[in-house]
């Protein structure tokens, strides 16, 4: 976006750059789950409990910090059968947020192999309701695209500088525009034996954006 300004106050150019860099994410998010049913609520909690917790096991003996498991659902509902009309039976759904750290694993892509052993320790009970990646320090990469982004305007207003005959002068305003960072990637909710085979995560990489909008005046 380019605009020419007139006047006292508006001389000048004003210029938006774009910038962008590919990153690497160095953690994923994995939301574990274990659901039980029986014809009696506290026999189905605790079987979804047992479940989740050798889950849970699985990863704190991976090296998984306490601090990177966080509870994300308790639940119970009943049930009555596909039409409605058969015996009661008492669903309860439990579930777990892991943060695997690639400095605990070594490499993400190794990911895939400590999620399948949790769904295995869990049992029949184990459910897998997505993965996502993330950075563990998106301020970091932000702040090179940022740095791209100004790069990007200066270079486009000095161009437009020549081009009018023009130098350029002190900045009067920089305004930052909406960041773009790597979106989640989900997986439907399924059961531990739909994953009989090992269960691929690749982190690949990711392209963090940003742009800026420059006001430069013109040089006297």
């Known amino acids: 976006m380019v605009h020419a300004g007139e ?26 789950g274990a659901q039980a049913e029986a014809e009696d609520v ?7 409990g047992e479940g989740l ?39 309860a759904r439990l579930g777990v947020r ?5 400095a605990v694993l070594g490499d993400l892509d190794d990911a895939g192999a400590l999620v399948q052993e949790a769904l295995a320790a869990a049992g029949a009970t184990a459910r897998l309701d997505s993965t996502r990646f993330a950075l563990a320090d998106p301020a970091h990469a932000a702040a090179e695209a940022r740095e791209a982004a100004f790069a990007d305007a200066r270079s486009k207003s000095e161009q437009l500088a020549r081009l009018a005959g023009r130098s350029l002068g002190p900045v009067a305003a920089v305004v930052e525009g909406g960041g773009e960072y790597p979106a989640p990637l989900r997986a439907m ?4 034996d739909a994953f009989s085979a090992a269960l691929p995560i690749d982190a690949g990489e990711e392209v963090v954006a940003a742009t800026v909008t420059v006001r430069w005046h013109w040089a006297p």
């Open 42 to 48: 506290q026999v189905a909690v605790r079987e979804a």
């Open 53 to 91: 917790g050798r889950a849970r096991a699985v990863l704190l003996a991976a090296g998984v910090a306490p601090s990177d498991l966080r509870t994300t659902t308790t639940s119970t509902w009943v049930e009555h059968g596909h039409d409605g009309t058969g015996p009661q039976r008492f669903v």
């Open 7 to 32: 006047g006292a106050r508006e001389d000048g150019v004003l210029v938006t750059g774009a910038g962008a860099i590919e990153v690497r994410p160095d953690v994923v998010l994995v939301e574990l």
């Open 189 to 192: 909710a399924a059961r531990a």
């Open 98 to 102: 892991a943060r695997l750290r690639g």
